[in-house]
């Protein structure tokens, strides 16, 4: 099984890097963790064959991680997609999806679709399986607008990723990512306490309970992209591949 960062940056582009978009692959599976609105030149450029995903998870609703889904839609039309797909996420996602695509792509929302997809609201902590792929969302902290917000513990092959998603030092992290074999963190800051972001420092003083067997940080701003080569952790690049 692997993940591929097809996009790590967060939503002003830092470094130049495209939006939240992770591909997970593996003998039975392939799926996409959140969809930013840079995602689909993003998949092409890696060679990625979208119609092969039968999953998409959303975190939340904001453009740098939901914003693709109408770009990969209209995609999949126009490529004459006939595999089924999912697209499963936070209370809500229905009506975001629609008001979404109708707002980019005027009608789309009632194009028939070629495919079969379906839209799958997601409760906290109650864990759903899709496929081969079991799901357990857990509620995060990222502010007033654009929830709710979820974190994603995806068990699959024998594996266990973890993806915080966008936000703050929350305790639910830590039954999230319990000893998962990766664990993609946010670390938006080097040490800076904001409300809504993760920093690094408060993130290394739970590191201990959470015990995830690897650790990658995504989803950096300026400040951390300065210290990547300081860092004793891997950090997430577009492209980059994690084997698990």
Known sequence: MQLRFVGCGDALGSGGRFNTCFHIT???????IDCGASSLPALKRLGIVRDAIDLILITHFHGDHFGGLPFLLLDAQFTRRSRPLVIAGPQGIETKLANLM?????????????????VVALEPEQSRTFGEIK?????????ES?????AYRVEAEGRVITYS?????????????????????EAYYYDKIV???LSLKTLEAHLGEINARRLVLTHMSDDMLGRVSELPYTTAED??????
């Not at 654009?146 to 979820?150: M, N, Q, S, T, V």
């Not at 492209?239 to 698990?244: A, N, Q, S, W």
Request: negative net charge; charged residues 20%; proline residues 6%.
């Open 239 to 244: 492209g980059m591949v994690i084997e698990l």
């Open 102 to 118: 109708e707002a980019l792509f005027e009608h789309s929302s009632k194009t028939r679709q070629r495919f079969d997809l379906s």
């Open 195 to 197: 409300r809504n972001h």
């Open 165 to 185: 998603a966008d936000t703050e030092w929350t305790d639910a992290l830590i039954p999230a990512a319990r000893g998962a074999d990766l664990f993609v963190a």
């Open 26 to 32: 593996g003998s039975s599976i392939n799926f996409l």
């Open 146 to 150: 654009g929830g709710p917000f979820l």
């Open 135 to 143: 799901v357990t969302p857990y509620p995060v902290v990222h502010g």
